[in-house]
């Protein structure tokens, strides 16, 4: 509150001075000039106080609104994120397996046909080469949903942001 009131000088030089002209007008022989002073710097800082509570609990309001309809979309959007992570998750898996387990068993294979290690080893390239290229493909797309979700979601949340900025101007 010290802070909204020190940004608040001229507004607070303001009204002390007004609150000051007027107790003294209004109240000529009750208090002296210097208690008029006093009386009205008390007033002031007492009228940002309650002013800047307002501001900060209204502001407070809004973000807590914001916060809720964002629980609320991520709550909507539940399905499509778990789909998106498993399906994540089942391409990352896939991609261990093949190498730790499928081109051991198709290197083994090709060795015990005593190919050429020339052609073995061209082959297993292109293996390496296309699948990779196929998860790789597949995670792209996977990527481009997670995308879309959570675009998605922050297009709602600015929307929000949006409607309550604009009920906090018009009030």
Known sequence: MANIIKTSDGL???LEN???SELATNYPDTTSSE???NL???ITIKLLEMSSNALLRERLEILHEYEKHYLDLMKDYKEEIK???ALQEDIRKER???FSETL???SSTLKSTEADKDVIKEWTRDLVSSYTKSLDATSKLANEQVQEIFTS???ESKDTIKRATKTENIE
């Open 12 to 14: 607070k030089e303001l």
């Open 153 to 155: 979601i922050q297009e």
């Open 96 to 98: 261990a397996k093949f």
């Open 18 to 20: 007004y609150i000051s």
């Open 104 to 106: 051991k068993e198709v």
């Open 40 to 42: 009205a710097k008390n």
């Open 35 to 37: 208690s008029n002073t």
């Open 83 to 85: 789909f998106a992570a």
